[in-house]
């Protein structure tokens, strides 16, 4: 019980400090911070069983309650690639659409755009890397081929008025090329920011990488510095403990962690 209350107060201490820092030279942080949730996508594509549909609709269902503003449902790839995401048309169909929360979904060709579209996609997502290497073992394509792919979709996406966000990895370094050179770096205030519930997923490609982002990790560490996510923490992770009781794992969480032994 102390150790825990002594590492909670560690962490209040440096949000106490990051909020002084906060108001020196760098600058202030932005009021607002939007989340993008993409546990039910990028966090259960590489579980090696096969979460049952019903699990799937249930877990965006109680992220929605939690009151994420952006939850990116699943992904319309090839299920020979990516068993997983087989089910994704009866996920989207099957969730409780609330108001004001986008469900974006992951379409990486024009073939995916196609069927995310007929399923009622609403909001969809491209991706490319600015690595080579990852290109090829991530897409088995080329940059250049990716962009191509993406500019398909775009031009689709275009044409029916459909919202496309897009992603770029290896922007910040690459585990096989290492650091990507960019013709000018910059520090900028960033206001969106993507994590996945328990810390689920990451990339299978980026050997040695520590994972993904745990939402209620960046919840309360945006809390703890004053900026608003409109996010209901104890709700979010009862939707964490829900996801990992289903999938027989522990969270990645360390304020999930440190809770259940409050």
């Known amino acids: 019980m102390a150790t825990v209350r002594e590492s909670l107060r560690r962490r209040l201490v440096g949000l106490a400090s990051l909020r002084a820092v906060s108001t020196s030279s760098m600058g202030t942080f932005p009021k607002q911070v939007k989340i993008v949730e993409v546990g039910p996508r990028d966090g259960l594509q590489n579980e090696k069983n096969i979460v049952p549909t019903p699990v799937k609709i249930k877990l965006i269902d109680m992220l929605s309650e939690a009151g994420l503003p952006v939850i990116e449902a699943t992904s319309f790839v090839s299920p020979k690639w990516v068993p997983q995401m087989s089910d994704n048309a009866d996920v989207l169909k099957g969730i409780q659409k609330f108001p ?90 960033v206001s969106v920011v993507d994590s996945s519930v ?48 289903a999938l027989n794992r522990k969270t990645s969480s360390k304020v999930a962690q440190a809770t259940c032994k409050l």
Do not use: W
């Open 100 to 189: 004001g929360i986008n469900y974006p979904v992951l379409t990486p060709n024009f073939k995916g755009f196609q069927a995310a579209v007929a399923a009622g996609a609403k909001e969809v997502s491209v991706f490319g890397a600015a690595s080579e290497l990852f290109t090829k073992k991530n897409t088995n394509c080329s940059i250049d081929e990716s962009l191509q792919r993406c500019d398909q979709v775009l031009q689709a996406a275009r044409t029916t008025g459909i919202p496309v966000r897009g992603y770029v990895s290896c922007v910040l370094g690459c585990p096989y090329e290492g650091k990507i050179p960019p013709a000018k770096v910059a520090e900028m205030g």
């Open 198 to 245: 328990a810390g689920l997923g990451g990339c299978p490609y980026a050997q040695g990488a520590s994972g993904n982002l745990a939402t209620e990790d960046l919840v309360y560490m945006l809390a703890g510095l004053g900026i608003h996510t409109g996010v209901n923490l104890q709700k979010l992770l009862e939707a964490g403990t829900f996801i990992c009781q």
